[in-house]
Structures are given as C-alpha cells and as structure tokens.
C-alpha cells in the first residue's frame, strides 16, 4: 500500500514562512507525480503544487507561483512544499498526494480525483 506522511504545519504569523513534508517509500517517489493540496472547511481541495521527483518536474498553480516552491530530497524520498510570505487566506490543511507521474505533464495533477493515495494532511494556520 502507498503511504504518505506529511509534517511541518504550525501556527504562524503572517509573514512567516513554512516548509512542509512529505514523506514515502521509494517506490512512490520514484514513480509517481506527488501533488500538494490545500483544503479549508466547506471548500474542494486546491490544487497547489506538484513535482516528478526523478525527472524532476514541477507545476505550479497560478496562485501559487511566486511564494511556494516543491522540491524533493532523493536521499530520503521526501517532497517539500517551502511557503513563503505567509497570508492569512494560505490557512489550511495541506494534504500530499501521489498517482501515475504522467499527470505531472498535463493538467491532470489539478485533478483531486485522480489522486487514489493521500496523505493525513498536516494543518497551517496563519494569523494577522
């Protein structure tokens, strides 16, 4: 079974600055387009970011270009997701998702039903 374990939400300041994680087994990092979502109560998830870490390939939304930046870490087959300049509005519950990496080269990455494996989520919260 695919499993994901994000890390790294906390309570911050606007301003402040997070790095959040992403953890897997190899085989997931491998093979897989891993995608960051954000969700807030009563809304879908939002499709942030999302990274073919062997190619490596990135995607961005368009509202998330400029302050988030996904990386990954080969060594311990991690994906980070660092946000900068943190605004109120970015309060959210960050999940990670993994599926087919082909989605990494279309617009399906923005595709929350595509996903079949998810992580926990972890929760930012980003106070004025």
């Known amino acids: 079974a695919v499993w994901l374990v994000e890390s790294g939400g906390a309570s911050v300041q606007a301003g402040g600055a997070l790095k959040l994680s992403c953890k897997m087994h190899?085989?997931?990092?491998?093979?897989?387009?891993i995608a960051w979502y954000r969700q807030t109560p009563g809304k879908e998830r939002e499709a942030v970011a999302a990274?073919?870490?062997?190619?490596?390939?990135?995607v961005y939304s368009g509202s998330a270009k400029g302050r988030f930046t996904v990386s990954s870490l080969n060594a311990n087959y991690t994906v980070y997701l660092q946000i900068n300049s943190l605004q109120p509005d970015d309060t959210a519950i960050y999940y990670c998702?993994?599926?087919?990496?082909?989605?990494?080269?279309?617009?399906?990455?923005?595709?929350?039903?595509?996903?079949?494996?998810w992580g926990q989520g972890t929760q930012v919260t980003v106070s004025s």
């Open positions: 998702a993994a599926d087919q990496h082909r989605f990494c080269y279309s617009d399906d990455w923005k595709k929350a039903g595509l996903f079949q494996s």
């Open positions: 190899r085989t997931t990092y491998n093979n897989n387009c």
């Open positions: 990274i073919y870490p062997v190619a490596p390939r990135t």
